[in-house]
């Protein structure tokens, strides 16, 4: 089981990448926000487990760019303990919420909770729509009949990756730009429809009549199978 810790306490992180270590999990550390973020998208960890007090991107805010297109498992850390820091993170869509400091087996004890509540996917699945079959764990994309190799662009595949990852839920501009191109051009929307026009032409039947990749305006992005 990998876990993805964030937290800006280099101590910390080295107690419990040690801690858990030693029970076997696989462990992923992000000394800020943004790396967080950028670590839950390139390591797929099983469980995340963050700190709400970090820099560059705070908790609540890495819990709000997770959610937009992943269920993984979110573990609060934290030491602050008023009810209104902990319902304002279970809002945002964490799982559980441990306040500092705990012990090695109460922490054990949730992640094994966790764990039992979402089941692990050993391996991202393939999707098919209209001629078109994006093997996500691969990362290749074939279309039609004989299937022949699409090739896309390292960018092209990270807007296409979080539009299939999340089939029919509206994906935000702003979770986009963030999760393709990072905290530093969430404003920059011209990217969006430029890269969703690229891949309308190599994937949709007819580009100018979307089917598949749909522009929900002025909000953002939606994937919609057959």
């Known amino acids: 089981m990998k876990i993805l810790i964030a937290d800006d306490d280099p101590q910390i992180l080295r107690a419990l990448r040690i801690t858990l270590g030693a029970y076997d999990y696989e462990v992923v550390t992000a000394a800020d926000g943004a790396a967080a973020v950028r670590l839950a998208v390139d390591t797929h960890p099983d469980l995340v487990m963050l700190d709400l007090g970090m820099p560059k991107?705070?908790?609540?805010?890495?819990?709000?760019?997770?959610?937009g297109w992943s269920t993984i498992p979110i573990l609060v850390i934290s030491g602050r303990s008023d009810a209104s820091d902990k319902v304002a993170a279970l809002d945002a869509g964490a799982d559980d919420y441990v306040t500092k400091p705990?012990?090695?087996?109460?922490?054990?004890?949730?992640?094994?909770?966790?764990?039992?509540r979402t089941p692990?996917?050993?391996?991202?699945?393939?999707?098919?729509?209209g001629d078109v079959r994006v093997d996500l764990a691969g990362k290749q994309v074939t279309r039609g009949i004989p299937p022949h190799p699409v090739r896309?662009?390292?960018?092209e595949w990270r807007v296409l990756e979080v539009l299939l990852k999340n089939p029919g839920k509206l994906v935000t501009?702003?979770?986009?730009l963030f999760e393709v191109w990072g905290p530093h051009l969430i404003k920059e929307t011209g990217y969006l429809r430029l890269y969703l026009g690229q891949l309308r032409k190599k994937l949709e039947p007819v580009p100018g009549e979307p089917r598949y990749l749909l522009t929900e305006p002025g909000m953002g992005y939606r994937f919609v199978a057959d």
């Open 57 to 67: 991107l705070d908790g609540l805010e890495v819990i709000a760019a997770v959610r």
């Open 102 to 116: 705990f012990s090695t087996e109460e922490l054990l004890a949730r992640i094994r909770a966790l764990s039992r």
């Open 120 to 129: 692990g996917v050993a391996e991202a699945p393939s999707i098919q729509f």
């Open 152 to 155: 896309l662009t390292p960018t």
């Open 173 to 176: 501009q702003q979770t986009l």
